[in-house]
């Protein structure tokens, strides 16, 4: 078979091979633009594995004659960025250097650092990539520096094409037709999670059973399902992809939107990830149903424990009932809206000082210093209320909590308003 591995065969040569990232790619978009003049500037691509990140570096460096040289942040040292740096301007690199700098987020300050005299005057031209935010990880010099260009999982219909090249590959190569039974290409290109490699890969295992266990090639889509039991989806406990799954899962409960927010729990549950649901059902229910339907807190507190009490798979059941339930019910951030406010009150410094008749009384000697002078205790009044000063001088008109439309607030409002009169 292969020596070299079909992903790498099929790699493409120029920028009309490329599949995906039509967004940055297709003829007059910015980044097809920038190639095609030639005129390259420091760039971090950002996006998950399997787009297109390291091709596009090997095409841009051809395009523009420059000579390339590739590094691993994971595997690289200072050293090695010094090698690259002593090589500017020799008889070998006279269109100029293109560097190639993989997994950037794995570069500490120092080593970014390095670089930034050299992509600056452009004797280097930088093209970084990472699978994590760049505005997080990479250094913000370095950032200033260079333009950066989202990668996007590739599209099912895009990867397709891409394994059809790949069969075509292995047919010049074996001299055989390979016959594909109806929607393994398909399946192939759904599991893999946008990453075109990934499925390419899977392509090729494939071939390596067949070619071992039949004397004729055809891939069945039973042998396509072995090979990938498991959903290739994208999920990293402490990357991006989790957290964008889980601000999609809240805010789509948020948004009163059932059927999107348990796909989303469905993606964290696939992950086998369950305390991350547990914990966001528990925000959601006091910071968007809040005061609209106090009771929520006490239904997902529940819920939540049977889940984390019966454990994967009948976790799934609960948690489903969580978010149906939360997604369907009333909104209210009347609740989080009221403390965020006060909390950025306190934090200016506002409010220092508490009303004596609100001071604590309960020691000897607290009478003479005229603590508590002037309390009225509510009990004592019909309705249990009487009109006092709670709030510091300073902020005796301030309002934090504000009623909002839903129906137990209004109830509650139309209640005191009528004993406040």
């Not at 984390?308 to 369907?328: C, D, S």
Request: with cysteine; proline share 4%; charged share 25%.
């Amino acid at each position: 078979m292969m020596s070299r591995p079909l992903a790498d065969l099929i790699r493409p040569e120029n920028l009309d091979e490329m599949v995906g990232q039509s967004h940055l790619l297709d003829k007059g978009a910015p980044l097809r633009r920038l190639i095609e003049s030639s005129n390259i500037p420091n760039m971090i691509f950002y996006g998950p594995s399997g787009t297109g990140k390291t091709t596009l570096a090997r095409i841009i460096a051809k395009m523009t004659d420059k000579t390339l040289y590739k590094m691993n942040a994971t595997t690289a040292s200072s050293n090695d960025i010094k090698d690259v740096i002593n090589k500017i301007g020799t008889l070998e690199n006279q269109k100029g250097i293109l560097l190639y700098l993989d997994e950037i987020q794995y570069f500490t300050k120092k080593q970014q650092q390095l670089l930034l005299e050299y992509i600056e005057n452009g004797d280097i031209t930088l093209i970084a990539s990472t699978t994590e935010n760049p505005y997080f990880y990479v250094y913000n010099a370095l950032i200033s520096r260079s333009t950066i260009f989202e990668f996007k999982p590739i599209r099912n219909e895009e990867i397709e094409k891409a394994l059809k090249r790949g069969i075509l590959l292995l047919e010049k190569q074996t001299n055989q037709k390979i016959d594909v039974e109806k929607g393994v290409l398909k399946y192939l290109s759904t599991i893999c999670g946008g990453d075109c490699r990934k499925a390419i890969n899977s392509l090729e295992i494939m071939m390596n059973i067949v070619n071992h266990y039949h004397q004729t090639y055809f891939f069945t889509m039973n042998e396509a399902k072995q090979i990938g039991q498991r959903s290739a989806m994208r999920y990293d406990k402490d990357g991006d992809e989790h957290y964008d799954i889980l601000s999609a899962f809240q805010k789509s409960i948020r948004g009163s939107d059932p059927d999107a927010g348990v796909f989303y729990l469905a993606k964290l549950i696939e992950a086998g990830d369950i305390i991350s649901p547990c914990r966001r059902l528990l925000v959601i229910a006091s910071e968007d149903i809040g005061l609209s339907y106090p009771q929520a807190s006490i239904i997902v507190k529940s819920l939540v424990d049977s889940a984390l009490q019966l454990g994967l798979p009948e976790a799934r059941i609960p948690l489903a009932e969580a978010v149906i339930f939360l997604a369907t019910c009333p909104k209210s951030n009347s609740a989080i809206n009221a403390i965020d406010k006060a909390l950025d009150v306190v934090k200016q410094g506002k409010g220092a000082k508490i009303p004596n008749n609100l001071l604590d009384t309960h020691y000897n000697g607290s009478q003479n210093l005229g603590h508590g002078e002037g309390y009225l205790y509510s009990h004592n009044y019909p309705h249990h209320y009487v009109k006092q000063q709670f709030l510091p001088d300073d902020l005796v008109n301030e309002t934090f909590y504000e009623y909002q439309d839903n129906k137990i607030e209004q109830n509650a409002k139309k209640y005191w308003d009528e004993i406040k009169k």
